[in-house]
């Protein structure tokens, strides 16, 4: 019978206690209350978060249990040469953590939310239950304007080294968005209008090597369909990859009705970081190869801020691949794929945008 009381009394203690808060949930309200927060506040002041960050990042040796730094780093857009310049050029100045964030921060459109979904995303769930508390902190002392409508972004950045810096300097505004000229809005309205009549969809197709034959064979029957279905490919566009990269990427990923990427064997170990000496050899020689991760994390980041809605991507899977896509932990944002055989029906339905 004391037993019993015992038990009751202990109940009753237990129901007291506050549970811990659900990490899902914070996340989510703390990515709706850092979508439109520069990441370069991070720089500014005591730095005490910037601080946490590296230390639990950089601290990290990448294996088996942990991704690492560079998984970050390639989960925020950075490239692979900036990721190893970060490796080999900058030991003992800061950590390689720091660098990766400092890079991050020099594009316009680098939100504090963006940091959470690349953590979120390499299944580094110990930081963000690490730094979810201080981050909600650091936000509510931030002094911003919380009926800002862009992003509000610092009025100063730290110096980063040239080989960090974007290929091409963007106009950045330290909060409203640039207002263009009326010219400029007038023309753009008319190649839009141009577009429109000229192509009844356009794509944007995104593969690994071992995907090139049958990208060429869908480009060519899109682009005979009328009206035509424009494809982008950036091999096709190297003067401008080159001389503008993720700018250009950016636009064009925005501007295109869908974005399919062809599920080869190759493009899913490549997207997961199982590399061989080949897949090295492939992301010097071929554009579309080389900025598969990017356009992938521009993907995922679509996925989540549509509320994992998938409205844009539509996947195409080699007959000889099907076995190898089904066994794959595919992203959500990928699962929407249809085989090469049903190109047909694929084609009209992009043609219609009704899927």
């Known amino acids: 019978m004391e037993l019993r009381r015992t038990n009751v009394e202990v109940d009753k203690l237990k129901d007291k206690i506050a549970r811990p808060p659900n990490l899902d949930t914070a996340v989510i309200k703390l990515q709706q209350k850092t979508r439109n927060i520069h990441i370069g506040f991070i720089f500014d002041g005591n730095q005490q978060l910037l601080q946490l960050i590296c230390l639990l990042l950089s601290s990290t040796p990448a294996g088996k249990l942990y991704k690492g730094w560079q998984d970050f ?17 900058f030991k ?10 400092l890079t ?13 979904i690349a953590c979120r995303d390499i299944k580094r769930f110990d930081v963000i239950n690490r730094i979810i508390g201080p981050l909600d ?32 300097s963007e106009n950045i505004c330290s909060t409203n968005p640039p207002i263009k000229k009326l010219s400029s809005l007038n023309s753009t309205s008319q190649k839009k209008k141009v577009n429109e009549r000229s192509y009844g969809s356009i794509v944007m197709l995104t593969f690994t090597k071992d995907g090139e034959d049958i990208s060429r064979n869908i480009c060519q029957i899109f682009r005979k369909q009328n009206p035509k279905i424009g494809v982008l490919i950036l091999q096709e566009q190297e003067k401008f990859v080159y001389s503008r990269v993720e700018e250009f990427i950016d636009d064009c990923f925005k501007q295109v009705n869908y974005i399919i990427p062809i599920l080869t064997t190759g493009y899913i ?20 190869h080389k900025y598969v991760k990017y356009l992938y994390s521009l993907m995922r980041f679509e996925y989540c801020k549509n509320n994992c809605h998938n409205d844009r991507i539509r996947c195409i899977v080699p007959n000889e691949n099907l076995l190898d896509v089904i066994k794959a932990d595919l992203h959500p944002c990928l699962q929407a794929w249809f085989k090469y055989s049903d190109i047909d029906p694929f084609t009209k339905n992009i043609l219609l945008k009704k899927f």
């Open 269 to 288: 170990n490549h997207i997961n970081n199982l590399t061989n000496n080949h897949d090295e050899e492939n992301l010097v020689s071929n554009l579309d």
């Open 73 to 89: 780093g390639s989960e925020l857009g950075l490239t692979r040469e900036q990721l190893l310049c970060i490796e080999y050029n």
């Open 137 to 168: 902190v650091f936000i509510d002392k931030l002094s911003v304007d919380p009926h800002c409508q862009g992003i509000q972004r610092p009025k100063t950045l730290p110096r980063v080294p040239l080989v960090l810096k974007p290929l091409i």
């Open 104 to 116: 991050f921060a020099q594009l316009s459109e680098s939100t504090i939310d963006k940091l959470l």
């Open 92 to 101: 003992g100045l800061q950590d390689p953590t720091y660098y990766v964030l």
